[in-house]
Structures are given as structure tokens and as C-alpha cells.
């Protein structure tokens, strides 16, 4: 069981990046926003603990999203390859993944920070999209990225919506909470020499660095 870690600030791409690779077939995707959004759907407790944090913009406890990660990694094959998206987000995080992936015998083997300008992050956000389905990331202001048919999801036929998180205010909270916790989590996987930077304006050269890298020597 090992993995690589998404790394990037709201709207810096990580789940477009996830599902261009899921796609790849080799890497089971972890989101921790989607986990704690299937939560709130499905009205189990934990959801209902993280629904406030999430609607401020703020973090959920660590806690919380660590059991949610125990309990994907128990339901999944013992030789599973994962990627993580959205999580870590704190050192603690870090560390606790870190032993959990050691409990089961594996590791982190790569973090990709998605580097992208601030003002970018922001157009991305106000025309993101997904599908309620299958998760599936559109951008309506991208007509690259527009689903075929409004509202539909191309792949799944899922409903496709704007998250209720993805508004003006909660995006600035969103934003500086990334810029605070960031630092030391970039730090924390630099001193394991596991950081790789990936400019990530461009939606192909952001994923063929990403397998350039994975190809390449480790
Ligand atoms: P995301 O879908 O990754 O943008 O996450 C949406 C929201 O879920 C965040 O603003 C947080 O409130 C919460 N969240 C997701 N992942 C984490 C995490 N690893 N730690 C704490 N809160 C999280």
C-alpha cells in the first residue's frame, strides 16, 4: 500500500489532475472533500460534525478526517496505490498518514505541489463544477471543460452542481487557511526529499510532468 500526495491550494487543479490519472487506471483517488461531503449526504455523524467547519471555509479536526482515511485504507486491497487529494493539510495530518500508511506497510512516495497564480485560482473556483455522481470536475468558464450538456455530467450523466463552499467569501478563507498550513506541510515532505513542484496552469503539461516524474527514477 503506498501513494502520492496532491498538493495545492482551492482551484489549484488537483482534482482534474486526479481524474486524468484515475483515468490511467493506476492510482485509487482519495479526496477527503468528497469523503466529508458523502458524509454530510448520507447524514452520518462525523458528516454533521465536519458540515459547519466546511460551510466557514475552515478545516475540519484533524481527527475527523484521519478516521475517514483509516477507514478507506481498511476497505481497500493491501497492494493498493493511492492518491491523495486535499489531504494532508496539516503536519499532524502528514504524520498521522505517514503511520497509517507504515501500520499496513507502506509509504508516501511522491508529493506534487500544484503551483498556480493566485488570480487564476480564483477564476477557477467561480467557474468550477462537478458532477454529484461520480465527482466528475468541470469549468463552466473553460470551453475546454464545459460538460457537453449544461448541467449533465458527460461521463456519468450525473447532476452537475456548484459546491456551496465555491462563493467569494468562504474562497478567501479557504485560500489564506492553504497559504498558513502550507509552509510547514511543503517543509515537512521537503526534509523527506519528497517534494516536486509542477507548474500547474495548463491542465496537460500539469499531468506530463506528473508522469514524467512517476516514470522516471526514484
Ligand atoms: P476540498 O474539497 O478539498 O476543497 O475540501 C472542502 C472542505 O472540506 C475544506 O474547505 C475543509 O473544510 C474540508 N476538508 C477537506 N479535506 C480536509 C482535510 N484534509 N483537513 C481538514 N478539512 C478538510
Known amino acids: 500500500m503506498d501513494g502520492i500526495i496532491l498538493l495545492g491550494a482551492p482551484g489549484a487543479g488537483k ?7 484515475k483515468a490511467r487506471g493506476r ?14 449526504k448520507a447524514g452520518r455523524p462525523l458528516g454533521l460534525k465536519a ?13 475527523v478526517v484521519a478516521q475517514l482515511i483509516e477507514e478507506r485504507l481498511d476497505e481497500s486491497a493491501k497492494d493498493a496505490h493511492f492518491m491523495f ?3 494532508p493539510r496539516t503536519t499532524r495530518q502528514a504524520e498521522m498518514l505517514d503511520e497509517a500508511l ?6 508516501i512516495l511522491n508529493v506534487f505541489l500544484l ?16 458532477c ?5 470536475v468541470y469549468n463552466v468558464n473553460n470551453a475546454n471543460m464545459r460538460p457537453k450538456i449544461e448541467g449533465v455530467c458527460d461521463r456519468c450523466g450525473g447532476e452537475v452542481y456548484q459546491r456551496s463552499d465555491d462563493n467569494e467569501a468562504t474562497v478567501s478563507n479557504r485560500l489564506e487557511i492553504f497559504q498558513s498550513k502550507t509552509r510547514s506541510l511543503i517543509e515537512f515532505y521537503e526534509k523527506q526529499g519528497k517534494l516536486v513542484s509542477v507548474d500547474a496552469e495548463d491542465r496537460f503539461k500539469t499531468l506530463e510532468a506528473i508522469l514524467a516524474h512517476l516514470s522516471g527514477p526514484r
Open 15 to 21: 482534482g482534474t489532475v486526479a481524474d486524468d490519472l
Open 27 to 40: 492510482f485509487l483517488h482519495l479526496s477527503t472533500g468528497d469523503m466529508l461531503r458523502d458524509a454530510i
Open 51 to 63: 458540515k459547519g467547519y466546511m460551510d466557514r471555509g475552515e478545516l475540519v479536526p484533524d481527527e
Open 85 to 87: 487529494d486535499g489531504y
Open 102 to 107: 507504515a501500520r499496513r506497510g507502506g509509504k
Open 115 to 130: 503551483d498556480v497564480a493566485r488570480d487564476l485560482l480564483i477564476a477557477r473556483i467561480a467557474g468550477r463544477r462537478i
Open 132 to 136: 454529484r455522481q461520480c465527482g466528475g
